[in-house]
């Protein structure tokens, strides 16, 4: 069983679409993160969920909305895309949050907005 | 800002030699560093954290870490083709706060 998984893979759409990424874990942890990983590999935090309570928002776009239906999920809907959004987003998720965290990865959903 | 410094590479070393990648860091209060590897195409996946000044020590990796310097490494021993890829540096400070990761290093070790 995959731990943490997300889907789709691949997303390719429209400026100005409305799409959503979904992201599940089985590993029991109690904190989620939505990473953002650019074309040049730089991977930066936009959202933190623990035991769905949103910990860490950073400057991110109202465009972008998480939701944790309960620990085990975190969704991303992205409105009125833009060309800027294309990269890799990363869903991850630890055990708990604190200085000890270690993240496990999901496999990336890779966003083309053309 | 607080940022997380790496230099880009690509970084060549031949194979069985010792890969040596940098770290350095702006906020004093960090508390804990990890290394990930991160393969073209794949997701980081952690492979060393520490926490306290000194050397830590995993199979073929070894993490420094020296705070007063604010500088992490990571060394890879008896370096081979598998371990091409690019290492991400990520350094946290305890609580509510984000793993900020550096840009990463790219490794190529050839055969």
């Known amino acids: 069983d995959t731990a943490v998984s997300q889907t789709p893979k691949y997303l390719v759409t429209q400026m100005g679409n409305d799409k959503s990424i979904k992201c599940e874990q089985n590993l029991g942890h109690d904190t989620m993160y939505w990473y953002k990983q650019d074309s040049k590999k730089f991977l930066k935090i936009m959202f933190s969920y623990n035991n769905k309570e949103l910990i860490i928002n950073e400057t991110v776009p109202n465009r972008f909305s998480p939701k944790s239906p309960d620990k085990a999920h975190l969704n991303l809907h992205i409105n009125s895309l833009e060309l800027g959004d294309s990269a890799v987003y990363f869903c991850a998720s630890s055990q708990v949050p604190g200085a000890n965290e270690k993240l496990f990865f999901g496999s990336g959903t890779q966003l083309s907005v053309l | 800002q607080k940022e997380v410094e790496q230099n880009s590479g690509p970084l060549s070393v031949p194979e069985g030699a010792i890969a040596s990648l940098n770290c350095t860091y702006s906020?004093?209060?960090?508390?804990?560093f990890f290394w990930y590897r991160q393969y073209s195409g794949k997701s980081p996946e952690l492979i060393m954290f520490?926490?306290?000044?000194g050397d830590k020590e995993d199979g073929r990796f070894t993490a420094q870490l020296n705070k007063a310097s604010q500088y992490v490494s990571l060394l890879i021993r008896d370096s081979q083709p598998s371990d091409s890829a690019t290492y991400l540096c990520a350094v946290k400070r305890a609580g509510n706060t984000p793993l900020v990761f550096g840009k990463g290093t790219r490794l190529s070790v050839i055969a």
């Open positions: 906020d004093r209060g960090s508390q804990s």
């Open positions: 520490i926490y306290s000044n």
